[in-house]
């Protein structure tokens, strides 16, 4: 069974600093994806970014960037400069490429994130 | 391009009513998942499906807990004689294949559901 794993329940940092948020999964499964979403007070879910398990490449996408490591099977998020419209809750996801055509998704408790001004 | 639309955004019940909540994929998507988000918590799969079809509701409460995605119109999740516990978010994502899911997962605004 697949798992992810966000110890970190809350973190507050001051704005411009920088923060990382952890996400460790478990899959039995070659293939899959991982993924980032962010869920803002207003409550919807915003795709920040999908990543398959082929390409560990680290990505980077203006201030955000994600840490890709199967070794220690971890998929980190890092904010660089943070600002205050980034506090949110962030969720990482896993989802197996199964061929019984179901893609569902498993989801971290998710990480509240609060910048300080 | 509309994305995903629910709704109600905001559905408050009594206890033993029924809760109807209503999914339009983005166009031309036929894939349907349906998710449940409790209070402090992450989102939990409940059910997958394609029009007219059920394919997994391996995450749906075996009781009073129904989906279906008929061929024409919006997707319909049913709680039949709501419960204080069923008080959550609930959102609906689609796609266009399965393929498609694994670009990005388009999630609607969800729906909160109160149950007083």
């Known amino acids: 069974a697949q798992k992810v794993t966000q110890a970190q329940t809350e973190i507050s940092v001051v704005e411009k600093e920088d923060v990382t948020l952890d996400c460790v999964y478990e899959t039995r499964d070659t293939t899959y994806y991982l993924f980032w979403y962010k869920q803002p007070p207003s409550g919807e879910l915003v795709f920040l970014i999908r990543?398959?398990?082929?390409?560990?490449q680290n990505e980077i996408s203006g201030r955000y960037s994600w840490n890709f490591q199967k070794s220690t099977s971890s998929f980190n998020f890092t904010i660089t400069a943070s600002q205050v419209v980034d506090s949110a809750v962030y969720f990482c996801?896993?989802?197996?490429?199964?061929?019984?055509?179901?893609?569902?998704?498993?989801f971290g408790t998710g990480t509240r994130l609060t910048i300080i001004p | 391009n509309a994305g995903v639309m629910q709704n109600p955004r905001h559905l408050v019940r009594r206890r033993g009513q029924e809760a109807r909540l209503r999914c339009s994929p983005m166009k031309g998507h036929s894939h349907v998942y349906w998710y449940r988000q409790l209070p402090e918590e992450g989102l939990k799969f409940m059910v997958y499906l394609q029009k007219e079809n059920i394919i997994d509701e391996s995450g749906m409460p075996k009781e009073r807990f129904s989906a279906e995605f008929p061929k024409e119109g919006p997707s319909i999740l049913r709680i039949q004689q709501v419960v204080r516990g069923d008080s959550a978010a609930y959102f609906c994502a689609s796609s266009l294949s399965r393929e498609v899911l694994h670009t990005e997962a388009f999630f609607g605004q969800g729906t909160r559901l109160t149950v007083v």
């Open positions: 990543r398959n398990s082929f390409d560990e």
């Open positions: 996801a896993l989802s197996e490429a199964q061929t019984s055509g179901n893609e569902k998704l498993t």
